[in-house]
């Protein structure tokens, strides 16, 4: 439930954005009847803000022509949020929206008060966001159009190039947009393969919205789909790993995309798949806790071998 002062800003804001508004169409907005509108208009009019109103059964309320709200005002803790948004949106992936971050930043900037504009300018300069993946370059416009397909539930029809150079078209139904790693993916219903699947965008050649309608699953969570996608992907190597802890303490020392966790009679069982077994011998290594290799053999003489560079360096 909102409170009544949010009602009330919401009406100025809603008078800004679309000039003159009847009374039915602020109550039907705010989910309120049309006394409390009125009520509302009482107390912005109240506030010193010139709200004209039109008297009558159907009346309507718009603001004065030459009304302008006054600059913005941030707390501390509002730019410090504002600041580290702005800093994590260079890091998103997102390279040709990176004028529009730096526009944003000017335009706070020109509206904060000095000490609160010099505050932000210090982290914006001295902080640094490590999203653990170097940036991929992705298309704005392609982001905006899967967005909005997926916000109104129409399908699209996309051109896509895969990682083997393949180009194929297909339709798609758009169910959510996820970041992982520095890689933007959309995953929705495919209906070329007539599946659930998802799909970088800085693949995506060419993406256009259709009027044709389709259902979103509700709650759907396309980060933790694809999340679940590259821990189960196919590659040369599978393996399986009972380890010795709880679920909790493992979800904290163990990357989502390594590999699904299993519950079983002495721990957790770990299954995956990777392209280089030294690898998985690496990312074991660094576990607090026991594990033992179920299989296959490679892994066991991988972390045989790493074992062995470790005495190495030890001893150096």
Request: charged share 25%; net charge negative.
């Amino acid at each position: 439930m909102y409170h009544p002062t949010t009602r009330v800003l919401a009406v100025l804001a809603l008078l800004q954005t679309h000039g003159r508004m009847t009374g039915a169409e602020l109550a039907e907005r705010l989910e309120v009847n049309i006394r409390t509108v009125r009520d509302y208009i009482t107390m912005l009019q109240d506030l010193g803000i010139p709200v004209v109103a039109e008297r009558g059964r159907n009346g309507a309320y718009e603001l004065d022509a030459d009304f302008k709200l006054p600059p913005m005002m941030f707390t501390t803790d509002e730019a410090l949020a504002l600041a580290i948004g702005l800093l994590a949106a260079r890091r998103l992936g997102l390279a040709e929206m990176t004028p529009a971050v730096e526009s944003a930043r000017s335009k706070l900037e020109q509206v904060m008060p000095p000490d609160l504009k010099s505050r932000m300018r210090d982290l914006t300069e001295t902080v640094t966001l490590d999203l653990n993946a170097l940036p991929m370059k992705s298309q704005g416009e392609v982001m905006l159009t899967m967005s909005r397909a997926a916000q109104l539930q129409f399908r699209v029809h996309m051109r896509y190039l895969s990682s083997r150079d393949e180009e194929s078209e297909r339709d798609f139904d758009a169910y959510g947009l996820a970041c992982l790693h520095g890689k933007w993916y959309v995953v929705g219903h495919c209906g070329l393969r007539d599946d659930l699947r998802s799909f970088r965008l800085d693949r995506v050649l060419q993406v256009d919205l259709t009027d044709t309608p389709f259902e979103r699953p509700p709650k759907f969570d396309a980060l933790a789909h694809v999340v679940q996608t590259i821990a189960t992907m196919t590659r040369q190597f599978t393996f399986e790993v009972l380890l010795k802890t709880d679920l909790l303490t493992a979800q904290k020392e163990i990357f989502d995309f390594f590999g699904v966790l299993e519950p079983h009679v002495d721990g957790l069982l770990l299954r995956g798949s990777a392209e280089e077994i030294e690898w998985v011998a690496r990312q074991l290594a660094r576990l607090s806790f026991d594990f033992i290799v179920l299989e296959p053999e490679e892994l066991r003489a991988a972390l045989h071998q790493r074992a062995l560079e470790l005495i190495a360096l030890a001893s150096r």
